[in-house]
């Protein structure tokens, strides 16, 4: 007798949830009237930003909102005029004769209102593409120059991805607000016009209106409290999409029989986000309806006083004529700006959202001095060191003191999670020590430049970038030093790549992309050593490998190691390893458990000091 177990079924995704400054949505205690009351800052705002972009644009769009107005005032005056003669007695041809003048001037005025339209879109499409290029680059610039230990603050990523939808809005942003403006100026023309024609019609087409303009704004707001609450599943999901489905990442995502996981995840989530948008249709519905209820009386209301007006006789039939084209024109206005006014009130809360990002990121970007730090760089020390990683209870790096001196190779060693690349982190300024000091040539890194210490630093991190760039710019990355290729094909032989590059179909302008079209792909190893390849390049008095061959054959780990310590004389390098035979390059070695250093010596002492070095180094050979 069998028995089959059915599959454990997958766990839900789990509810990502903060606390904080980040866990509170901005409008949750916002009022009505502040909310309609950040109109005039925003488009204030907008104008602002477009007219960094291109003031001659957004002079020609403000033109054309004020032509489009007289121009919708001339054509409500120049219809009064009309209606008269055509309305009036005597014979027809007569009466056309009159009121050709009249007509002639509505015919211009349309004219000019249509080519003020059209002339306003090409001012938009001159605006738009480079306001939202601007922001973008904006956004990613923010994100390169925060301090490294921001990326582990709370909720850093969600406000990224807040902000990215604040860049998306850019997009409509010049058009909503421009039509916000060119409707509330020919609501203020034609209303000048109605009120003229008899006071009491302004007022009820305000009534009229103002339940939708409402309904609009708070529609909007539900909008806004759906996407703030979905913020962390989008996020997530976003993530998750790519991991799924990049190239890179498809033999191990099959492989592991990760598929039917991954997409049950990413259903999870996207039904998790559409629950939540479901869920707010009833309120969205409840506001349409009782909106449009409030709208709908005022309106019948205000044609019902257009008629009484002429029918009592207090409008004569011609004003009246005039008075209905003046109701719609006033109708379709503001019906507009309700819209538009939505629209750019929608925009303001992501824009809101993006600013916010940038100031945090702006107080994130280094703040320090402004010492320079030059080469060469004779010496590095730490004095009593400690680093603790944000949300943690024990520090990563705990009260380390070492000095490193030029020409000298130190290896760093240890079991994973001991600190051993936090501590190069340090090292390099990336990250600034939380207690004791880290100085270069007696500058304490919190008091230099960091760009003049990034600029001495060469680093192959354990996980190294693969860029979709041609190799030519993977080595060296927008640092080239001379107009022919001598210095790069110097850093490809120093890792043993010339015939891996040699024979790829462009050699040194081939695109390393195997997804774009024409682009060749590397292997594991091949990637490392460019990475290494990246550093060395760059000639740095500091030399940091962070496990620099564990993606290598034999061959090529002696080839690295043997170059490292070829040029080691020049500067300081730091080798971060767990394959303990390649520290006998190494002048001085340091073994590092729970974020101290434990042991310090050359190989030869260590090995026979029976301590967790020896330790480490027996169990490694008899794998």
Not at 69 to 86: D, H, I, S, Y
Request: glycine fraction near 8%; include cysteine.
């Amino acid at each position: 007798m069998t028995s089959t177990t059915s599959p454990v079924p997958p766990p839900p995704p789990a509810e990502i949830t903060y606390s904080g400054q980040y866990s509170v949505n901005p409008l949750g205690e916002a009022s009505f009237r502040s909310l309609c009351a950040q109109l005039p800052s925003v488009l204030a705002h907008i104008t602002a930003m477009a007219w960094a972009i291109d003031r001659r644009a957004v002079l020609l769009l403000l033109g054309c909102q004020l032509a489009t107005g007289t121009a919708a005032a001339v054509l409500l005056t120049a219809t009064a005029r009309a209606m008269a003669p055509v309305l009036g007695a005597g014979a027809v041809a007569d009466r056309l004769r009159e009121a050709l003048p009249a007509l002639a001037l509505i015919a211009t005025a349309s004219a000019v209102a249509r080519t003020s339209v059209a002339v306003a879109r090409y001012a938009e499409r001159r605006i738009t593409p480079r306001l939202t290029t601007a922001t973008d680059t904006a956004l990613v610039e923010a994100v390169c120059r925060v301090e490294a230990a921001a990326y582990a603050g709370e909720g850093f990523s969600d406000r990224q991805e807040a902000a990215e939808m604040g860049v998306t809005r850019t997009q409509v942003m010049i058009m909503d607000a421009q039509r916000f403006l060119s409707a509330l100026i020919k609501l203020v023309t034609a209303g000048i016009v109605v009120s003229v024609l008899h006071p009491l019609m302004l007022p009820l087409l305000l009534l009229a209106v103002a339940p939708a303009g409402i309904g609009a704004v708070l529609t909007a707001r539900v909008d806004y409290e759906i996407h703030y609450a979905n913020i962390a599943d989008r996020n997530i999901r976003g993530m998750t999409r790519w991991w799924a489905t990049t190239p890179k990442y498809g033999d191990e995502v099959r492989a592991n029989g990760m598929t039917d996981y991954l997409l049950y995840w990413y259903r999870a989530l996207s039904e998790r986000v559409d629950r939540r948008t479901v869920a707010a249709a009833p309120r969205t519905l409840r506001i349409a309806l009782l909106s449009s209820l409030a709208g709908g009386a005022f309106l019948a209301a205000t044609w019902g006083a257009l008629a009484w007006l002429a029918v009592t006789g207090q409008i004569a039939p011609a004003i009246a004529a005039t008075a209905v084209v003046a109701v719609q024109t006033t109708l379709a206005a503001l019906s507009q700006l309700v819209i538009e006014g939505a629209a750019v009130f929608h925009t303001s809360l992501y824009l809101g959202d993006m600013q916010a990002f940038f100031d945090d990121a702006a107080a994130r970007a280094p703040q320090r001095g402004r010492s320079a730090v030059t080469a060469p760089v004779e010496e590095i020390r730490l004095d009593e060191v400690v680093y603790r990683y944000p949300g943690k209870d024990r520090p990563a790096v705990d009260g380390v003191s070492l000095t490193l001196r030029r020409g000298e190779i130190l290896a760093i060693v240890g079991v994973n999670g001991s600190g051993k690349s936090t501590l190069t982190r340090l090292l390099t300024g990336i990250y600034l020590a939380d207690k004791g000091h880290v100085t270069w040539n007696g500058t304490d890194l919190a008091d230099a430049d960091p760009a003049t210490v990034w600029n001495c630093t060469g680093l192959v991190p354990q996980i190294f970038a693969q860029w979709p760039l041609r190799a030519r710019e993977n080595v060296t990355l927008g640092q080239p030093r001379s107009h022919d290729d001598h210095e790069v094909w110097d850093a490809v032989d120093a890792v043993g790549m010339r015939e891996a590059i040699e024979e790829l179909p462009a050699g040194l302008d081939t695109l390393l992309a195997r997804e774009i079209f024409g682009g060749s792909e590397l292997s594991g190893g091949q990637w490392q050593r460019l990475a290494c390849s990246r550093a060395l390049y760059r000639r740095p008095p500091l030399l940091i490998l962070d496990e620099p061959t564990s993606q290598m054959d034999p061959h090529g780990e002696h080839a690295i190691f043997e170059r490292i310590k070829a040029i080691s004389a020049d500067r300081i390098t730091i080798v971060v390893t767990h394959r303990l035979e390649n520290t006998k390059i190494a002048d001085h070695i340091v073994v590092m458990e729970q974020g101290r250093l434990t042991e310090r010596g050359t190989y030869d002492d260590l090995v026979h000091a029976g301590g967790t070095f020896a330790n480490l180094l027996r169990l490694s050979r008899e794998r």
